[in-house]
């Protein structure tokens, strides 16, 4: 079982990235994913959240509108488009899984965690 983060870099404010975040082991179709991230120095923060039984999707109000959440199930992967980045959304970015689907504010009690992909965004 394993959790495949990717797509992180380096990019200038107001430029994108795209991140995915591949299952194997098992399938996505029946849990929430979920992406957090942590800078240096703050705490985890829950990013964005898909349930991949209705494709319904949770948002922290620091991404709304700029970063979107999607799933592949054919690849088993979803995907976090992030667009019109700024310095601030500098940090390691996670994916994780719970099963069921997504809660108000996205993945509670994770079953299983990926690794981190470095995104720094340069002003």
């Known amino acids: 079982v394993q959790l495949q983060a990717s797509g992180g870099g380096l990019v200038q404010a107001g430029g994108s990235l795209r991140l995915s975040c591949t299952a194997s082991?098992?399938?996505?179709?029946?849990?929430?994913v979920g992406w957090f991230r942590q800078a240096p120095g703050k705490e985890s923060e829950g990013v964005s959240c898909?349930?991949?039984?209705?494709?319904?999707?949770v948002y922290a109000d620091s991404v709304k509108g700029r970063f979107t959440i999607s799933s592949d199930n054919a690849r088993n992967t979803v995907y976090l488009q992030m667009n019109s980045l700024k310095p601030e959304d500098t940090a390691d970015y996670y994916c994780?899984?719970?099963?069921?689907?997504?809660?108000?504010?996205?993945?509670?009690?994770?079953?299983?965690w990926g690794q981190g992909t470095q995104v720094t965004v340069s002003s």
């Open positions: 994780a899984v719970e099963i069921g689907p997504c809660g108000d504010y996205g993945i509670y009690d994770p079953d299983y």
């Open positions: 082991g098992f399938t996505l179709a029946y849990y929430a």
């Open positions: 898909i349930s991949s039984s209705d494709e319904s999707t």
